[in-house]
Nanobody
Framework: QVQLVESGGDSVQAGGSLRLSCAAS????????MAWFRQAPGKEREGVVY???????TYADSVKGRFTISKDNAKNTLFLQMNSLKPEDTAMYYC??????????????????WGQGTQVTVSS
């Protein structure tokens, strides 16, 4: 059974930092595209960053230079380090997996598995 379990969401002030985690199980994690998406109230879900099986990353312009994705293949865990947080980063953050993928994209329909989300709230 595939599971993606996010954690680390919290309420912080602008300029603060958070580290999100996503524990994965039930699929070949090391060969998957892994991504973080987010959805703010009243807005569509959007891609934040993804990392492919060899560690190549792509960030949304809105988070470049502030967020860093990483993964620990030994522990099947994905991380998102978020620094210099802004109120506009407030959203539910979701971990997503596309197993055995040769390429990664910010296209939600390509991701087979999703976590339940973790809430990030940034106050000004």
């Amino acid at each position: 059974q595939v599971q993606l379990v996010e954690s680390g969401g919290d309420s912080v002030q602008a300029g603060g930092s958070l580290r999100l985690s996503c524990a994965a199980s039930g699929f070949t994690y090391s060969r998957a595209c892994m991504a973080w998406f987010r959805q703010a109230p009243g807005k569509e879900r959007e891609g934040v960053v993804y990392i492919d099986s060899v560690g190549r990353t792509t960030y949304a312009d809105s988070v470049k230079g502030r967020f860093t994705i990483s993964k620990d293949n030994a522990k099947n865990t994905l991380f998102l380090q978020m620094n210099s947080l802004k109120p506009e980063d407030t959203a539910m953050y979701y971990c997503a997996a596309r197993p055995l993928a040769s390429a990664c994209y910010f296209l939600m329909h390509l991701y087979t598995y999703w976590g339940q989300g973790t809430q990030v709230t940034v106050s000004s």
